[in-house]
């Protein structure tokens, strides 16, 4: 017989992240990859970064930031081209991100990227934006 729990712990969360990953692995012919790149100040503290991660012919981008103190300098749109270049080396195809209306919609249209499916009233009145760009 089994029981019923209430569990909002993150503990749950990453045991259901492992189990379904690992069981997604045995129809997958691809393993994820973690690429990222970034700028660092004088002090070595990180002004800008890109993390993405490799995954069969998609290149994911999952976070892209830059400080306010480095904004308008360019930083983001050479970590954008960088990670694209090295996901493109390695065999990536497409790249796919999201962002929230009140984010970088804009910046990534101007780099060629589009808007595939929208989310509205995200989390509430917003919009969350899924994006893709080929790199061919």
């Not at 990670?83 to 990536?92: C, S, V």
Request: proline share 2%; charged share 25%.
């Amino acid at each position: 017989m089994y029981q019923f729990e209430n569990d909002d712990s993150q503990v749950l969360e990453q045991l259901l992240r492992e189990q379904i990953v690992a069981y997604n692995q045995a129809h997958f012919d691809a393993q994820r990859l973690p690429l990222g790149c970034k700028f660092v100040d004088k002090n070595q503290q990180v002004v800008a970064a890109v993390a993405a991660q490799l995954f069969g012919n998609w290149l994911q981008i999952n976070w892209l930031w830059c400080d306010e103190k480095a904004r308008g300098q360019g930083l983001a749109s050479k970590l954008l081209s960088a990670i694209e270049l090295k996901g493109k080396q390695l065999g990536a195809l497409q790249v796919q991100l999201d962002t929230l209306d009140f984010q970088a919609k804009p910046f990534y249209e101007h780099r060629g990227y589009e808007v595939k499916y929208q989310l509205d009233n995200y989390p509430r009145s917003g919009t969350r934006y899924f994006m893709e760009k080929s790199l061919s």
